[in-house]
């Protein structure tokens, strides 16, 4: 089992920065991929970015490729998501998740966070 929560969502005015954090329990995390996702409303949620369990290798969605950075410190079971130049359309409810394989499917992710707000204003 890996429990995830999210941290460090807020109200940001476009152009600015926010890094949300993801802390998580179980002995696994450093063995397990990690991904963002989010949904805004009305819509459905949508991969953000992937990064795998050594952070060797990530992925990233192409609207947030250049802004956006996934990074992971396994020796704090947390996976993080700098995020920059953030635009109104970037607001959204964020979503950490964790599987066993890199992967941008989101039916592949078992476990899930509660989810952080992001809203970015202009």
């Known amino acids: 089992q890996v429990q995830l929560v999210e941290s460090g969502g807020g109200l940001v005015q476009a152009g600015g920065s926010l890094r949300l954090s993801c802390a998580a329990s179980?002995?696994?995390?450093?063995?397990?991929?990690m991904g963002w996702f989010r949904q805004a409303p009305g819509k459905e949620r949508e991969f953000v970015a992937a990064?795998?369990?050594?952070?060797?290798?990530?992925y990233y969605a192409n609207s947030v490729k250049g802004r956006f950075t996934i990074s992971r410190d396994n020796a704090k079971n947390t996976v993080y998501l700098q995020m920059n130049s953030l635009k109104p359309e970037d607001t959204a409810v964020y979503y950490c998740a964790a599987t066993m394989t890199i992967t941008i499917a989101i039916d592949e992710y078992n476990y899930w966070g509660q989810g952080t707000q992001v809203t970015v204003s202009l």
């Open positions: 179980g002995r696994t995390f450093s063995t397990q991929a």
């Open positions: 990064i795998n369990w050594s952070a060797a290798v990530a």
